[in-house]
């Protein structure tokens, strides 16, 4: 199986801040890599797939970038409703495989 | 509008049985890849099963030969079937909507919790 590591594994951060979040996989995954946002209690809401696409209606402040075993989610000018746990996944070959989260709090 | 809305969970005693319902609107589930994905309190997220639009099916490992993932066209509602129910399976599931007939989503569902307990 395809390990994914993202680090940080919590942030604290202050509104308006930019921020990156990385994942890793333990092997090439070329660009079959998403990106979820998830606030408590809540279904995971979809980012980015492909590494960098953006799904319809997502802001153009996340952004994501990669290829092979490293990528990363950047958040730009941070807002109260951005603080969230957000996980990466990779979808290349089965079993699809989530990072185990990185928690955005607030400074 | 794309909906996705869970229904099914509860408590269920250790080696029971639950089937879990995810009744779609605004597409065509059989014209689309449908995956089920996990969350066990607390934790991270766990795929658990997809359904190809040809009805090919798949699943993760800690659930093959006790989960069964199908669909009704007539209902255009997707179902997980679990059996042989462990505290480990004890989880909010989610079904979702797959991106392009890829292995990744764009529409997620509310969630239902399966409670696995004596």
């Known amino acids: 199986d395809i390990q994914m590591t993202q680090s940080p594994s919590s942030l604290s951060a202050s509104v308006g801040d930019t921020v990156t979040v990385t994942c890793r996989a333990s092997?090439?995954?070329?660009?079959?890599l998403a990106w979820f946002q998830q606030k408590p209690g809540k279904a995971p809401k979809s980012l980015i797939y492909?590494?960098?696409s953006l799904h319809s209606g997502v802001p153009s402040k996340f952004s994501g970038s990669g290829s092979g075993t490293d990528f990363t989610l950047t958040i730009s000018s941070l807002q109260p409703e951005d603080f969230a746990t957000y996980y990466c996944q990779q979808y290349v070959n089965y079993p699809v495989t989530f990072g185990q989260g990185t928690r955005l709090e607030i400074k | 509008e794309v909906q996705l809305v869970e229904s099914g969970g509860g408590l269920v005693q250790p080696g029971g049985s639950l089937r879990l319902s995810c009744a779609a609107s605004?597409?065509?589930?059989?014209?689309?890849?449908m995956s089920w994905v996990r969350q066990a309190p607390g934790k991270g997220l766990e795929w658990v099963s997809i359904?190809?639009?040809?009805?090919?099916?798949h699943y993760g490992d800690s659930v093959k030969g006790r989960f069964t993932i199908s669909r009704d066209s007539s209902k255009n509602t997707l179902y997980l079937q679990m059996t042989s129910l462990r505290a480990e399976d004890t989880a909010v599931y989610y079904c979702?909507?797959?991106?392009?007939?890829?292995?990744?989503?764009?529409?997620w569902g509310q969630g239902t919790l399966v409670t696995v307990s004596s």
């Open positions: 492909a590494a960098s």
């Open positions: 979702a909507r797959d991106v392009m007939e890829t292995n990744t989503y764009d529409y």
């Open positions: 092997q090439g995954i070329s660009i079959y």
């Open positions: 359904i190809y639009s040809s009805g090919e099916t």
């Open positions: 605004g597409f065509t589930v059989s014209n689309n890849y």
